[in-house]
């Protein structure tokens, strides 16, 4: 496991309500939500910011828009989702849909049901 990925959060929730695009993945087998934000808007560029900063190298594919994407499977990591979030903070609401116009990956059920007591204070639609 990498070091200090035991204390890294199951999500961090975007600042702001909103629409925003997100990936479900694991790493070594811990599950994570994770958002867009300044440094990735795009769902390709959230998940190669958030395996930078766990000093994973992926692989790359190119994406069904003809971009290079990291690969949405590696050694020590593998997405079960990806999507568009409605998010209302003051609800604690999160609606889920869409998909990855680069890879075509729809948000996971499957992941949601497995891990939704992760953040049992949030109501999640999906």
């Not at 766990?54 to 003809?66: A, E, R, V």
Request: glycine share 8%; with cysteine.
């Amino acid at each position: 496991m990498i070091q200090g990925l035991e204390e890294l959060p199951f999500v961090i929730w975007p600042k702001f309500n909103g629409d925003y695009k997100f990936i479900q993945l694991e790493v070594d087998s811990k599950p994570f939500l994770r958002f867009e934000h300044d440094c990735a808007r795009i769902h390709a560029s959230i998940l190669r910011h958030f395996l930078h900063e766990l000093s994973i190298s992926p692989s790359s594919i190119t994406g069904l828009c003809g971009i290079s994407c990291p690969a949405p499977e590696g050694e020590r990591y593998r997405v079960f989702g990806m999507g568009k979030a409605e998010i209302k903070l003051e609800y604690k609401r999160a609606f889920f849909s869409g998909a990855s116009r680069d890879y075509g990956i729809r948000p996971s059920k499957e992941f949601f049901d497995r891990y939704k007591l992760l953040i049992p204070d949030w109501n999640l639609v999906y």
